[in-house]
């Protein structure tokens, strides 16, 4: 049974920065997609940005765009969003996903929650 478990959310200043972390466990993590989706209070969750099960494609929301970075390491079986230039509109419940399968991600964490505000 795998699973997902996050880290790293907080709360922070507009211009700050923080790193998400997903470790991974009880699944074939070096065969699969990587994902963070974030919803923001009375919003529908979306896809901020993906990694290929190949490593060799990322995507990124037009929003986050050379302010996110997604990262993966096979070694510790852990993936992590690198969130710089945060602004008010980030804020989020920030969930990393794992393994798409048939269109919809096979595993997900709990969610942690970023708040950006001054």
């Known amino acids: 049974q795998g699973s997902l478990v996050e880290s790293g959310g907080g709360s922070v200043q507009p211009g700050g920065s923080l790193k998400l972390s997903c470790a991974t466990s009880?699944?074939?993590?070096?065969?699969?997609?990587v994902a963070w989706y974030r919803q923001a209070p009375g919003k529908e969750r979306e896809l901020v940005s993906s990694l290929n099960a190949g490593g060799g494609t990322f995507t990124y929301t037009d929003s986050v765009k050379g302010r996110f970075f997604l990262s993966r390491s096979q070694s510790k079986g852990t993936f992590y969003l690198q969130m710089n230039s945060l602004k008010i509109e980030d804020t989020a419940v920030y969930y990393c996903a794992a393994c798409r399968e048939g269109g919809t991600y096979q595993y997900w964490g709990q969610g942690t929650k970023v708040t950006v505000s001054s």
């Open positions: 009880g699944f074939a993590f070096s065969q699969c997609g």
